[in-house]
């Protein structure tokens, strides 16, 4: 198991700071894909496997998830995890269900987009929202975007953020 730069295939600082892909291989990790030599290909990259988290390693040898490579939003060339900006949301009491996904935005590149479930006949503002934020998070990482309906979810209760983001592309530039 190791925390590792993507592009260089080397290990990255144990420092509880710097960001790598999560990488693991040995005889218990999958063959590859059934009938998908390209999809193993692309997943064996130099060896090892590429799980898609993102983490990093503590001096200890802890490892700490961060977030889905796919679901880092790069705004104005800063990383924003969507986890620490959904758990910032969920300290707010009256927020029941909370996601954030990549808004496309013509100055940062891209931009906080939060979807809100609140619990019936609770409300909240957008701007409430976003000032509840600004307490618990740099400004640049606070959505610029709030969104308030049910956020979708697998029979599991797994938040579908691939709908979301599909919703956020239908949303004009900001």
């Known amino acids: ?21 999560v990488m693991f291989r040995g005889n218990i990790v999958m063959k590859g894909y059934l ?6 290909e692309e997943a064996f990259r130099g060896g090892w496997f590429h799980s898609g988290d993102l983490g990093v390693m503590h001096p200890d040898g802890y490892l700490q998830l961060k977030d889905r490579s796919k679901d880092i939003i790069i705004s104005g060339g800063e990383n924003i ?3 620490e900006v959904e758990d910032a949301l969920y300290k707010h009491p ?3 269900a909370a996601a954030v996904v990549a808004r496309p935005d013509d100055k940062w590149g891209e931009t906080p987009c939060a979807f809100v479930e609140l619990p019936p ?27 308030f309906h049910d956020v979708p979810k ?21």
Not at 1 to 21: N, R
Not at 139 to 147: D, E, G, I, N, S
Not at 154 to 174: E, F, M
């Open 1 to 21: 198991l190791a925390v590792m730069d993507p592009e260089t295939m080397e290990d990255v600082t144990a420092d509880g700071e710097t960001i790598g892909e």
């Open 121 to 147: 006949g609770y409300s909240l503002s957008e701007e409430e929202v976003i000032e509840h934020c600004r307490g618990l998070l740099a400004r640049f990482k606070c959505p610029r975007t709030v969104l």
């Open 94 to 96: 009256g927020i029941i």
């Open 81 to 83: 995890s969507s986890i």
């Open 154 to 174: 697998t029979s599991t209760g797994k938040i579908q953020k691939y709908l979301l983001r599909d919703q956020v592309r239908n949303l004009s530039s900001c």
């Open 35 to 40: 009938k998908n030599p390209g999809a193993s």
